[in-house]
């Protein structure tokens, strides 16, 4: 895309984020879902949890009112640390999703990604 | 297909950037061989950039890819719109206004518009912003793009 200069959000799971994701690269720009499980004020780095999956958001350029226990939707640029390779997502925006179905949400992904790889895979036949 | 040249189609923005224009036609646009000029889009708006009084440009993100919007706002001083009942210009400059208040960073819109190409990209130019509260709106809106796209978008009607 010529004109934007922001890359789209890759909808992404908690649990698919892992080190050895491919989602999982330095400035990769993502769209997470999970719900709050602790924030720190002083550094603005929140944590979001889905399942038994975490990630860090550092949120000090948002203007978005934080609370444990609801959820929220970030896209950002993905920041490996380390020493010990740990994610941060530099969240660009955020919003609150509580009401979300998360479990209709993970299954809908799903059928978009099939969606896309058959709609690219028709094309290129 | 005409009949879906005049509807907004719904569209995935993978799908939406896919478009080709049509040469012939400035204000028609191909999805696999079905013209097209109206679209609709679902996403979360993560830029916005405002020239008061000429236009307001924002990006929607749908999890696919970003669609580049314009919203113009120029009804009043566009000669375009000069030979136009005064007063129905004022009303049309009044409601983008009203639509380009509501359009904020980090708000999910659904946008109508038709399509439109600048400078090679191809674009939405708006007609309608509707602000979205419903957290499962933006799963509501894929699936409706696929199942769409499925069973009728991508059905090549045969020739008679």
Redesign the interface.
Known sequence: MASSSISSGALVTLQELNSSSPQFRQGASLRVTGKLQDYNVETAIATIVDGSASLKIDTQHLSLNLRVGSFYQFIGELHIQQPNNEGVLKARVGRNVDGIDLNLYNQSLQLLREFQADQINARTS | MEVLYNTHVKL????F??LTPIPSDPTSFSRKGTPLSRAETLG????RELKSGKFLKF?V??????I?CILWLNQLNSPYFSRRNPSDVRLISSVSADFASIIK????ARVRGRITA????I?LTVSTVIIER???IE?LH??EC?KL??RFYDVVPSRK
């Open positions: 995935l923005a993978f799908d950037l896919s979360i708006i993560t830029t990006t993100d749908d999890g696919t890819g970003c580049p960073l980090g708000l999910v600048y400078r090679g990209t674009q419903d957290p499962n799963i894929w699936l696929i796209a499925r």
